[in-house]
């Protein structure tokens, strides 16, 4: 009876184990990540507001940010290379957002991109 017992919960815990893979979990959306024409108010404001502005809010960015304050448009993009350098976890930069996992990839990307597109608000 023990080698019953003792084989079933083997067998459990096997099977509960696996690992779980972000691009099998949630692959990118069909047609890939569009970087074209990227801009403040479309693309870059929504990723602030979800990985960033919870620090880097005016209010919170003395205490918890090191200052820096990524509120609007010209927060963001005065602070732009600092902001891609800290998201891509480059050498030298903190990594962000802190505490958590990198950006996506898709994400990393429209940043770059509206980076080398010149900081398009609208």
């Known amino acids: 009876m023990r080698i019953i017992i003792t084989g079933l919960l083997i067998l459990i815990f096997i099977t509960s184990c696996y690992y779980d893979n972000e691009e099998y979990l949630f692959p990118e959306l069909p047609g890939g990540c569009d970087t ?37 448009f010209s927060d963001v993009s005065a602070q732009s290379s600092l902001i891609l350098n800290a998201v891509k976890h480059e050498a030298g930069s903190p990594p962000m957002p802190q505490g958590s996992k990198q950006l996506i990839r898709c994400d990393l990307l429209i940043i770059e991109a509206w980076i080398n597109q010149g900081l398009n608000e609208n």
């Open 36 to 72: 074209t024409a990227v801009n403040y108010s479309m693309h870059i404001k929504p990723i602030i507001e979800d990985n960033c502005i919870v620090c880097h809010s005016n209010i919170d960015a003395a205490s918890l940010a090191g200052n820096i304050m990524l509120q609007d």
